[in-house]
T-cell receptor, first 112, second 121 residues
Framework: AQSVTQLGSHVSVSEGALVLLRCNYSSSVPPYLFWYVQYPNQGLQLLLKYTSAATLVKGINGFEAEFKKSETSFHLTKPSAHMSDAAEYFCAVSDRDDKIIFGKGTRLHILP | GAGVSQTPSNKVTEKGKYVELRCDPISGHTALYWYRQSLGQGPEFLIYFQGTGAADDSGLPNDRFFAVRPEGSVSTLKIQRTERGDSAVYLC???????????????????FGPGTRLTVL
């Protein structure tokens, strides 16, 4: 069975500081991994995805994530936080053509 | 083009009532998914359609939940004898089907609708 664990339900960073949201996955098959963002009162938006190509994946809004098989991790980073990055972030895992399994989410707060 | 749409955006009902939630996928998307997002949680899978048939309904919590997609486009999620614990945001997503010829690095993104917020009083 596949699963993801997001470390920290709430993360606060200062504007301009590094954003690091942690995600570890469990999968018995080569996983497809995702980060989704959900802004208040809006739908889910795909930030980036890993599909067995390059291990360092770049997404929208300056975010990127690195797939590390040895650590079963897929942490999300952004070098410099912006106030507009405040949102809920979900790490997720899937088979190639199947349902998505989401983590519980991390709410990112940006401090002025 | 138009994205995934869901109606109604909000639904308030009383315990024991029957509700229907509708999803209009992106035109041409044969795959359709329903998820449920409870407060403070990530979305949880309910059911997946490929065309008209339910390819995977393992996420439906019990037999009060049922979904149909009779013409392979619009889908309706039906909940009988609603309970307070059914209160959540119900999300629909659609995607293009994967073709066998596509390489393993291909992935057809699931596009999510805005959801229907169901409140059972």
């Amino acid at each position: 069975a596949q699963s993801v664990t997001q470390l920290g339900s709430h993360v606060s960073v200062s504007e301009g500081a590094l954003v690091l949201l942690r995600c570890n996955y469990s999968s018995s098959v080569p996983p497809y991994l995702f980060w989704y963002v959900q802004y208040p009162n809006q739908g889910l938006q795909l930030l980036l995805k890993y599909t067995s190509a390059a291990t360092l994946v770049k997404g929208i809004n300056g975010f990127e994530a690195e797939f590390k098989k040895s650590e079963t991790s897929f942490h999300l980073t952004k070098p410099s936080a912006h106030m507009s990055d405040a949102a809920e972030y979900f790490c997720a895992v899937s088979d190639r053509d199947d349902k998505i399994i989401f983590g519980k989410g991390t709410r990112l707060h940006i401090l002025p | 083009g138009a994205g995934v749409s869901q109606t109604p955006s909000n639904k308030v009902t009383e315990k024991g009532k029957y509700v229907e939630l509708r999803c209009d996928p992106i035109s041409g998307h044969t795959a359709l998914y329903w998820y449920r997002q409870s407060l403070g949680q990530g979305p949880e899978f309910l059911i997946y359609f490929q065309g008209t048939g339910a390819a995977d309904d393992s996420g439906l919590p019990n037999d009060r939940f049922f979904a149909v997609r009779p013409e392979g486009s619009v889908s309706t999620l039906k909940i009988q004898r609603t309970e307070r614990g059914d209160s959540a945001v119900y999300l629909c997503a659609s995607s293009l089907p994967l073709l066998a010829a596509q390489p393993s690095s291909s992935y057809n993104e699931q596009f999510f609708g805005p959801g229907t917020r169901l409140t059972v009083l």
